[in-house]
């Protein structure tokens, strides 16, 4: 993915999906959809309350909003990915920095999802791969530094037919986004 665009694609049954930071500190907001039920997708409030926690580890699944097991963690090497934040949008820029006509996620997956007809209000919250991000004691949402470095990496096993889609986040305006935006990696390696 070039850095603050997204692509879409489709994966098999246990195809394996690993998505590389290529050069460090750039996070990689992840969707994706029952193949063959598009109504079906990833959802970080079912998977939260599967997993009984905010952070991932490997051998956990990624539940969808029907509660079913869609993909599986096997491999990661940095250990923090957020599944909290939704994806940022227009509004993200104007409201909290004043900015218009910044490059955002939910944009970039409602163009990379045109092919299978996926409007924007079914676009679900991802999961921010390599976000750094905490609930502090008192409750409130941290940011954090990202803390990937080149070549960390989260692999994935698809556990149905899946659609996915995968943003090289554009925030460069806060902490979490880090200064510059740079691309990501994403490989398939089919299983079938």
């Known amino acids: 993915m070039p850095g603050g665009y ?7 049954k246990d195809d394996i999906i690993t998505v590389i930071d290529l050069e460090g500190g750039q996070i990689a907001d992840f969707i994706a959809f029952n193949r063959n039920r598009l109504t079906e997708c990833f959802s970080p409030s079912h998977t939260r309350l599967a ?32 599944f909290l934040i939704p994806a ?4 993200r820029y104007w409201v909290d920095y004043g900015v218009r006509e910044h490059r955002s996620c939910v944009a ?5 999802l045109i092919p299978w007809e996926i409007p924007r209000k ?8 390599f976000e750094n991000a905490a609930v502090g004691i008192e409750g409130t949402l941290v940011h954090l530094p990202v803390i990937s470095k080149a070549g960390d990496r989260l692999v994935l096993k698809a556990l149905m037919s899946l659609v996915c889609a ?22 398939i390696e089919r299983r079938t």
Do not use: W, Y
């Open 6 to 12: 997204a692509r879409a694609f489709e994966v098999e």
């Open 51 to 82: 997993l009984q926690s905010t952070r991932l580890k490997v051998g956990d699944a990624l539940r969808s909003n029907l509660r079913r097991p869609m993909i599986e963690v096997i491999e990661d090497t940095v250990g923090t990915h957020d």
């Open 88 to 91: 940022c949008d227009e509004q």
């Open 108 to 112: 970039n997956f409602e163009d990379a």
């Open 122 to 129: 079914h676009i679900p919250d991802p999961l921010n791969i």
């Open 166 to 187: 995968v943003s090289a986040c554009p925030m460069d305006l806060n902490l979490t986004g880090g200064e510059r935006i740079t691309d990501i990696r994403v490989v």
